[in-house]
């Protein structure tokens, strides 16, 4: 009965160190399942740590830890940086530079900056002369071009290349992308 208490209690020491370093080894960081697309037809460049690994639409395992890119498929290719990724599974979306939404904010910046210079030298006129017509429509001048300068300035930072990270909303079919792709 000794023997075999003392073969337990030493089968039982044995067995606790490798147990407690079993508990302390680190365990490794969760994987975020993420997939890549693009808002137009265009197809992006994914980057990880500066590796090229595939071309949107496409879904890669990745550690928390790589530092993930897009690039577009241009010889002078635009970067948008995506960082790290938390852990779960991702939809990633690259959204490229919109030229119409761009150059109607150049063409507002420009009349309404035109508008502006124009209310400005209306009101200086009108309040010097006293002429309150002059003045008036000065005043209307100057508050639409401001108006349409700031709109402007919106459509032309709206129309930069962006992209979206967000969590994945139900299971994905790997390649089936649906509905309508381009830039209207």
């Not at 039982?12 to 490798?18: E, G, K, T």
């Not at 690039?71 to 938390?86: A, I, K, M, T």
């Amino acid at each position: 009965m000794r023997t075999v208490r003392a073969l337990q209690t030493l089968s039982a020491l044995l067995l606790l160190p490798s147990l407690a370093f079993a508990q302390t080894l680190p365990q490794a960081p969760p994987t975020t399942r993420a997939t890549f697309l693009s808002e137009s037809v265009d197809a992006w460049n994914v980057a990880v740590d500066g590796n090229p690994l595939c071309a949107t639409p496409c879904t890669l395992d990745l550690s928390p830890y790589q530092f993930t890119t897009l690039l577009s498929q241009e010889d002078n290719p635009l970067v948008l940086e995506v960082g790290r990724l938390p852990p779960g599974d991702l939809v990633i979306t690259g959204r490229p530079l919109h030229g119409g939404m761009r150059a109607g904010g150049i063409v507002a910046t420009t009349l309404g900056g035109m508008a502006a210079v124009v209310g400005v030298t209306l009101t200086t006129i009108g309040a010097a002369k006293d002429r309150q017509g002059v003045l008036t429509a000065g005043l209307i001048n100057l508050g639409v071009g401001a108006v349409t300068v700031a709109g402007g300035i919106w459509l032309m930072v709206r129309a930069l290349p962006s992209v979206t990270v967000t969590p994945q909303a139900g299971p994905r079919v790997a390649g089936a992308t649906f509905g309508l792709g381009g830039t209207f």
